[in-house]
C-alpha cells in the first residue's frame, strides 16, 4: 500500500510541476511536426509536386438563359436555344504542342463548316488588312502602332511581327494564320489558366464529337453549352425587340460588378436593351479541376444559374403582321407606280404605329426597311454589317419613334381645337374660302393650286373634310401662334412619350422659340408646315387623344414582366424605365369634351362623305373609319406622306397612323389603313366569336 502511495505523491508532483508538463507537449508536438514535414517534403516531395503542377482548380461560369419575349397572347417572339462553344484557355505546355493544338482545332471547325471567331485585321482572302482597315487609314495607323510598328509597315510586316510572338515560323502560310487568328483573339480577351476566350460559337455537333475525340492532344480546349438568343422570326418586329450581342470592353469595364463576364452577351437595341436588367438572369458557377494539358478531371456546381423574367409585350403578332405586310406593300406599289399612276422610286422607306386608344399600349408598331437580327447574336459578319451601315435609308433606325416629320394637314385638327379653345372661332361660323389667302405672304390653298377653285363657305367641319389650307390660315391669324403652341403641347406633341424603348426623339413645336417670328410663319405653322417636326408615334397619341375623348395616355409596350413563380410590379418597372429612358409621362385629362365632336365629325366625313380627301377609298371598308390625309413638303425629292385615323368611328378602340417618305400625297397611304382597321377588326370579332363559343361549351349557356 505505502508503494504505490509513494508513487502516487511523485506522479502528482511531476504533474505540478506546469512548466514541465507544457515543455513536454511542446517537444511532442515539434516531434510530430519535424516528421510531417520530413515525410511532406523528402520522403513523398517529388511525388507531392507533380500532382500539384498537374492540378489547377479554377471557377467557371455557368450561363443562366435570358428571359423569354411574348406579345399579348402569349406568342413566343425570343427564346434561347442549346448551343456549344469552343473556348480556350492557356495551358502549361510547349509553344508547338499548343500551335499544333490550335492548327488542329481550326481544321476541324472548318471541315464541319463551323468559323473560327476572330478580329484579327485580316480579309477574306487573308493576303492584306480587312476593308475596314484599308480603308480607315486612321485606324490602321493605329493598329500597327499598338504592336510598335511604323505607320509605314506592310501587312506583310504585320504577319510577320505575330509570327514571331507567337512561335508559329515552322509551319505553313495558312497554318500561320489559323494561330494568329486565334492567339490574337484570346490574348485579346486576357485567356490564361483561369480565364478563357471564346474562339468559336455555335460549333456543329461534328465538330464537337470530333473535338471531344481528340481532347487528349487539343490543349486548353473546352465546350461549353450555353444557352443561345433565338427570334423567332429574322425580322419580324424586329425595331421592337431589338437585339443582343457580344458585351464590349466598354461595357464590360461598366458592368462587370453586376455579374457580367468578358464572354457575355447583351442587349444591344429594342427591348433587349430597355430590358436587359430584368431579362438577364444571374449566372452561376462551377469549380473545374483541370491537369496541366487542360484536361477536366473533375467539376461541380457551386452556385445555380437562375433564369432572367419573361418579358410580355402589348403587342399582338397578328396585328404587327399585318402592319408590316401592308407597310412593304404600299412602299412597293409606290414604288412601281400600281397605286399612283407613276412610279415614286424615293419611296422606299416608312413607319406605321396602331395604339389601343383606351389604354395607350401599342399593338403595332413597324419600320422599313428592316434587317436581321438572328445575325447579331453569332457576332455579325463585317461584310452584312458594312451592308447595313452604309445602306442609305438605313435600316436599323426605328422611324416609328426616332423619325420626325412635318405633319402637314394631320394637324389642322389640333389648330381647330386651339380655335374652338381659345373662342378665336365658333362651331357654326362660316367662312369662305377665298383660294389665296389675303395676308402676309398670301398663301395658296391647295385646291386652288390643283385645280383653280375653291372650298366655297364652309364651317370648321367641312374645313377638316377638305383640307381646306385658307380657312386653317385664318385660324392662325387670329389666335396667334402660342395657342397653337400650349395645345401642340396638351396633345404630348414635341416630347418624348417615355415608350420602353431608347432612341426616341423629342420633336419640334414650330413656334415654341419665337425669335424673328412672323404672320407667314404662323400661317406656315397653322397647316402643318414650318419647324413643325413629330414622330409618328406622338402622332398616334395626339389622335387617340382625339379618338378617346380628350385622355392624352401614357404609351406603353410593356404588358407584363415575371416568372412562372411570380410577377414583377409594373409600378416598379415604372419607375426604372422613367431612370432609363430619361423622360416622366403621366397620363393626364384635357378638358375638351365640349369641342370635340365637329372636329372628329370632319374626320369621319374625309372618309365617308363627298369631297372628303379620302372618301373614295373607305367606300366599301368594313369599318367606319374617321381619318386624315396629310402631305408634307421636304426639301427635296417628293412629298412625305402621311394618313392618321381612328376606328369605329361611333365607339373608337384603336388610332392608326402611317408615314412614308417621299411618298407624296397622303390619300396613297389611306389603302394602307383601311386594311389594318379591316383585319384588326377581323381578328377581334373572330376572337369575340370564339370566346362567346367557348363560355358556351363550359357553362352551356343556353339562348
Known amino acids: 500500500m505505502e508503494f504505490f502511495k509513494s508513487k502516487f505523491e511523485k506522479i502528482s508532483n511531476v504533474l505540478e510541476n506546469r512548466e514541465l508538463v507544457l515543455s513536454f507537449i511542446l517537444v511532442v508536438i515539434s516531434i510530430i511536426f519535424i516528421f510531417q514535414l520530413f515525410n511532406l517534403q523528402i520522403i513523398n516531395g517529388a511525388s507531392y509536386r507533380e500532382q500539384a503542377e498537374n492540378k489547377i482548380v479554377r471557377t467557371e461560369t455557368v450561363s443562366a438563359s435570358r428571359g423569354e419575349i411574348y406579345d399579348r397572347n402569349g406568342v413566343l417572339l425570343a427564346t434561347n436555344k442549346l448551343t456549344y462553344n469552343l473556348e480556350l484557355y492557356r495551358t502549361k505546355v510547349d509553344t508547338s504542342l499548343t500551335n499544333d493544338s490550335i492548327v488542329e482545332l481550326v481544321n476541324i471547325l472548318t471541315s464541319n463548316g463551323d468559323d473560327v471567331y476572330s478580329t484579327f485585321p485580316i480579309n477574306d482572302t487573308q493576303d492584306n488588312f480587312s476593308d475596314e482597315y484599308l480603308n480607315d487609314n486612321d ?46 483573339e484570346a490574348n485579346l480577351n486576357g485567356y490564361s489558366l483561369f480565364n478563357s476566350a471564346i474562339i468559336a460559337k455555335n460549333i456543329s455537333k461534328n465538330s464537337v464529337a470530333q473535338i471531344e475525340e481528340l481532347k487528349s492532344r487539343l490543349y486548353g480546349v473546352n465546350i461549353v453549352s450555353v444557352p443561345q438568343r433565338y427570334y423567332v422570326s429574322d425580322t419580324f418586329a424586329c425595331h421592337i425587340l431589338g437585339y443582343v450581342s457580344k458585351i464590349s470592353n466598354d461595357e464590360y469595364n461598366n458592368l462587370k460588378e453586376n455579374g457580367y463576364t468578358i464572354n457575355s452577351t447583351i442587349g444591344k437595341s429594342g427591348v433587349e436593351e430597355s430590358m436587359e436588367t430584368y431579362l438577364k438572369g444571374q449566372d452561376g458557377e462551377k469549380k473545374v479541376v483541370t491537369d496541366s494539358n487542360g484536361n477536366v478531371t473533375s467539376e461541380a456546381v457551386t452556385k445555380e444559374a437562375v433564369s432572367g423574367n419573361n418579358v410580355t409585350l402589348t403587342i399582338d403578332y397578328r ?12 412602299l412597293q406599289n409606290l414604288q412601281n407606280g400600281t397605286s399612283t399612276g407613276e412610279p415614286i422610286p424615293e419611296a422606299k422607306a416608312g413607319s406605321c404605329v396602331v395604339l389601343d386608344v383606351e389604354t395607350g399600349e401599342v399593338l ?14 453569332d457576332g455579325i459578319s463585317t461584310q452584312e454589317w458594312n451592308a447595313l451601315i452604309e445602306d ?95 395645345w401642340a403641347k396638351n396633345f404630348g406633341l414635341g416630347q418624348k412619350t417615355g415608350i420602353e424603348l431608347s432612341g426616341e426623339a423629342t420633336g419640334n413645336i414650330a413656334g415654341e422659340n419665337q425669335d424673328g417670328w412672323s404672320l407667314g410663319d404662323t400661317l406656315s405653322a397653322s397647316i402643318g408646315q414650318s419647324t413643325n417636326l413629330f414622330t409618328p408615334l406622338q402622332l398616334a397619341n395626339y389622335i387617340s387623344t382625339i379618338a378617346n375623348g380628350g385622355i392624352l395616355n401614357k404609351v406603353s409596350l410593356i404588358k407584363n414582366v415575371g416568372n412562372d413563380i411570380s410577377s414583377v410590379p409594373l409600378s416598379q418597372v415604372a419607375e426604372y424605365m422613367k431612370e432609363f429612358t430619361g423622360v416622366n409621362f403621366a397620363t393626364k385629362s384635357l378638358d375638351i369634351s365640349q369641342y370635340i365632336n365637329p372636329i372628329k365629325e370632319g374626320m369621319y366625313a374625309v372618309t365617308t362623305e363627298t369631297g372628303g380627301t379620302a372618301a373614295d377609298i373607305f367606300a366599301d371598308s368594313n369599318v367606319e373609319v374617321a381619318g386624315k390625309t396629310g402631305t408634307a413638303q421636304v426639301s427635296s425629292g417628293a412629298n412625305n406622306a402621311i394618313f392618321v385615323g381612328f ?27 383601311k386594311e389594318i382597321t379591316n383585319e384588326y377588326f377581323n381578328i377581334y370579332t373572330s376572337d369575340a366569336q370564339m370566346e362567346k363559343s367557348q363560355e358556351i361549351v363550359e357553362n352551356r349557356i343556353e339562348f
Open 139 to 184: 485606324l490602321r495607323v493605329e493598329f500597327l502602332e499598338s504592336i510598335e510598328l511604323g505607320t509605314d509597315a506592310t501587312f506583310e510586316d504585320a504577319i510577320n511581327y505575330y509570327v514571331e510572338l507567337y512561335g508559329a515560323q515552322d509551319y505553313s502560310y495558312e497554318d500561320k494564320i489559323k494561330i494568329i487568328k486565334v492567339k490574337y
Open 319 to 330: 396585328i404587327q403582321q399585318v402592319v408590316e405586310n401592308a407597310l412593304q406593300n404600299t
Open 364 to 377: 403595332a408598331m413597324a419600320s422599313y426597311p428592316t434587317y436581321n437580327i438572328n445575325s447579331f447574336v
Open 392 to 486: 442609305d435609308q438605313n435600316p436599323m433606325f426605328n422611324r416609328a419613334i426616332s423619325g420626325t416629320y412635318s405633319p402637314g394637314s394631320t394637324y389642322k385638327m389640333l389648330v381647330g381645337m386651339a380655335g374652338l379653345a381659345s373662342g378665336g372661332i365658333t362651331v357654326d361660323e362660316l367662312y369662305t374660302d377665298p383660294g389665296i389667302y389675303p395676308y402676309s405672304y398670301n398663301p395658296k390653298c391647295w385646291i386652288y393650286t390643283a385645280h383653280n377653285t375653291t372650298h366655297g363657305t364652309i364651317n370648321l367641319t367641312g374645313a377638316i373634310k377638305g383640307s381646306c389650307n385658307c380657312y386653317f390660315y385664318e385660324v392662325g391669324r387670329r389666335i396667334g401662334i402660342s395657342q397653337i403652341v400650349e
Open 647 to 673: 376606328a369605329p368611328y361611333d365607339n373608337p378602340k384603336i388610332a392608326v397612323v402611317a408615314v412614308v417618305e417621299h411618298g407624296d400625297e397622303g390619300y396613297y397611304l389611306a389603302p394602307m389603313v
